[in-house]
């Protein structure tokens, strides 16, 4: 278990990040700790998770392209396409780098903070979902019904939120990340065979 100096990281990365994304990330930060409180996951873990989650979101896109070239960090076609998505690869980058961060739960929290993905760990779990549920978030539907999920069951809550992205990329982008498809699939599942106990 390290010990952190949370004060410290939120300073040096209130720097980086604008006045928005800088109170949305306190809101993760908080909401990954109740999360790690309701489930059983160490709190000062999850707080730094939610803390770095978009260290690198307001990096502008061709820099991130950029940096993930000279890092040698692999790009997707549907990533350049997308270059948004690349703040999550490279967030994890950068906390590693930048903020010390070795822990790998930590760091692949934040590389799928965005997409999700199949058969997600616990800390994976409680980082996508505080993304989703933090309390400045007001826009997605549903939120009240997901809010009440998620200090409830992890796995249906993940089905409910992927459920509801792919919704809502389908109407509005027509493109959707792979990855996303796949986790979508792999919480239905888990959905699925609950409701037959
Ligand atoms: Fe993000
Ligand atoms: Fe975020």
């Known amino acids: ?69 000279e890092h040698k960090i692999p790009v997707t076609e549907f990533e350049k396409e997308h270059p948004f998505l690349l703040h999550a690869k490279l967030g994890s980058y950068i906390a590693r780098e930048k903020y010390g961060i070795r822990d790998e739960n930590i760091l692949s929290s934040i590389t799928y903070h965005t997409t999700g ?28 019904k997901i809010r009440k999920i998620a200090f409830q069951d992890l796995d249906e809550c993940m089905f409910e939120i992927l459920k509801d992205t792919l919704a809502y990329l389908e109407d509005d982008a027509g493109d959707i990340d792979l990855t996303t498809k796949d986790a979508f699939l792999y919480y239905k599942d888990l959905h699925m065979k609950r409701m037959q106990h």
């Open 1 to 69: 278990m390290a010990e952190y100096d949370i004060a410290k990281m939120e300073k040096k990365l209130s720097k980086y990040l604008d006045e928005d994304r800088y109170q949305h990330t306190k809101g993760v930060m908080y909401t990954c700790a109740c999360l790690a409180m309701v489930h059983g996951y160490d709190i000062q873990d999850a707080q730094v998770a939610g803390l770095l989650h978009d260290c690198a979101k307001c990096i502008p896109n061709k820099k991130k392209l950029k940096m993930c070239s």
């Open 117 to 144: 993905k199949c058969g997600m760990n616990l800390l994976e779990k409680i980082v996508y979902i505080a993304d989703y549920i933090e309390p400045m978030r007001y826009k997605a539907s549903n939120l009240p």
